[in-house]
C-alpha cells in the first residue's frame, strides 16, 4: 500500500482486508475494484473493473462521485483492486487528474513517482482519455515518463 498524497492511497486487495494496517494509515474510504470487502466504520464502494476490458463510462463517473464526496467529507481513501497495479491506479490517475487538474499523463506520473509497480492496463488507459475527452496515446505516455 503506497500514498500517493496524504488523502489517497493505492493497494491491494490484501490491504482492504486489513483492518490495523487501515486504522494505521487513517484509511475511512475505499474504492474497491476487485472484490467488495466490508470494514467498520469505513465507507466503501465497489465498482466490479475487469482487466483487460473497457471501463464502462458510468463506472468512471460513479467512482469519481465516491472519491469526491469523500476527500470533501476528510476521509482518507484507498483504491483498490487485486494486485495494486493496474485497476486502482488507473482510478487513482483519475483522482487526481479531477482533484489537482491535471492531465492524465501528469497525474499518472504523480502516482508513478509514489507506487512504482504502477502499470495501468492499455485498454483502461484508453478507457479513460475516452471519458476525459483527452487522446494521450499509452505507449506515447511511458516513453514520456520513463526517459
Keep these: 500500500m ?10 491491494n486487495q490484501y490491504d482492504t ?3 490495523t494496517t487501515l486504522k494505521t ?12 470487502i466490508k470494514q ?5 464502494l465497489f465498482i466490479p473493473i475487469e482487466e483487460g476490458y473497457p471501463i464502462p463510462p458510468y463506472y468512471i463517473k460513479q467512482a469519481m462521485a465516491f472519491v469526491i464526496k469523500a476527500k470533501a467529507a476528510g476521509h482518507v481513501i484507498l483504491v483498490a483492486c487485486g494486485a495494486g497495479i493496474s485497476r486502482s491506479v488507473i482510478f ?3 483522482a487526481l ?6 492531465t492524465l499523463p501528469q497525474a499518472f506520473s504523480e502516482v508513478l513517482k509514489r507506487h512504482a509497480k504502477a502499470m495501468p492496463d492499455e485498454v483502461h488507459w ?4 475516452d471519458y476525459f475527452g483527452e487522446n494521450t496515446d499509452y505507449w506515447e505516455m511511458w516513453r514520456t515518463i520513463t526517459l
Design 17 to 19: 482486508q486489513d483492518l
Design 2 to 11: 503506497d500514498q500517493i498524497r496524504p488523502w489517497l492511497w493505492v493497494g
Design 126 to 129: 484508453q478507457s479513460m482519455n
Design 40 to 44: 467498520p466504520n469505513i465507507q466503501e
Design 92 to 94: 487513482a490517475t483519475a
Design 25 to 36: 494509515h487513517h484509511i475511512s474510504a475505499i474504492l474497491q475494484l476487485h472484490r467488495h
Design 97 to 102: 487528474k479531477i482533484v489537482e487538474n491535471l
